[in-house]
């Protein structure tokens, strides 16, 4: 589809100035709610994000217990006021479907095994919605993760790449251009959308989605981005838990 807005121009700086290898600006806090095991609060361009973690503690209703291991409950959430048109509160069916992959990516790095019917309860709050929320709301539960001290192999974290800038005519695609990290405009009237969430230790993939479409080519090209902006944002990760904890080690001595 070409869109009435130029997504990109000739020099390949898009609507916001960036190149197609730029993040959005990151900024990421742990540990900002009292009450919780484990928090964090992450502004990712235009998404703000806020992710308490409890557990692991026993789960009830006790026949959602496995006598095995942990379950882990993300529970993602857009505020009504998240977005330009009011949401209706509550959980739709998108909102089911983001819980449900980010429940299964984080289970793939907690080390479950070791609380045999317990859950771990990750509530993920979107206050400010501008396109890869779902990418910033597991990053945000990996740090709050982190935080509440829940043994994990690794901190996951999210990125997404996409396409933009491509033509339709006569039914057929052409041209178009691989970008990381859709900002508002670009994953409204862009091409393609490809979330991803890797383990940064052994880029294990935990999750990936796509919405559009990608020659081979340019999945491949939009994975390496991808993946190179997650191990951009991993730093960025460690760096909010070292400040925390460095604080509180000061504030003991
Ligand atoms: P993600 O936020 O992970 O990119 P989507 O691709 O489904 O997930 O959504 C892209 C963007 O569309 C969201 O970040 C948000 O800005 C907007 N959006 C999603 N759902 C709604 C909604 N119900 N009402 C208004 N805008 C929405």
Redesign the pocket.
């Given at each position: 589809m070409k869109s009435d807005i130029e997504l990109i121009d000739a020099n390949g700086k898009r609507l916001d100035g960036r190149t197609n290898d730029q993040l959005r600006d990151v900024k990421i806090e742990a540990g900002v709610l009292h009450r919780a095991d484990g928090s964090c609060y992450l502004e990712w361009g235009g998404?703000k994000v806020v992710v308490a973690v409890y557990g692991p503690r026993e789960a009830i209703p006790r026949h959602t217990q496995d006598p095995l291991r942990a379950i882990v409950n993300a529970r993602y959430n857009?505020a009504a006021f998240?977005?330009?048109?009011r949401?209706?509160p509550g959980p739709?069916r998108?909102s089911r479907e983001?819980s449900k992959v980010i429940s299964e990516a984080l289970e793939k790095v907690v080390l479950i095994d070791l609380y045999p019917r317990a859950a771990i309860d990750v509530n993920i709050e979107?206050l400010d919605?501008?396109?890869?929320?779902?990418?910033?709301?597991l990053t945000a539960a990996g740090v709050a993760l982190a935080d509440a001290g829940i043994p994990m192999k690794d901190i996951p974290v999210g990125c997404?790449a996409g396409k933009i800038g491509a033509e339709t005519k006569d039914g057929k695609v052409s041209g178009g251009h691989v970008v990381l990290d859709?900002g508002?405009e670009e994953?409204?009237f862009g091409d393609a959308?490809l979330?991803i969430a890797i383990s940064p230790r052994t880029d294990e993939i935990l999750l990936l989605q796509m919405?559009g479409h990608l020659t081979v080519e340019e999945f491949n090209k939009a994975m390496e981005l991808a993946m190179k902006g997650c191990h951009d944002v991993s730093k960025l990760q460690k760096d909010a838990l070292i400040n925390k904890y460095a604080a509180d080690v000061e504030e003991v001595e």
């Open positions: 998404n857009m998240s977005v330009d048109d949401k209706r739709d998108r983001i979107i919605a501008e396109a890869g929320t779902r990418c910033a709301g997404a859709l508002k994953d409204n959308d979330p919405d």
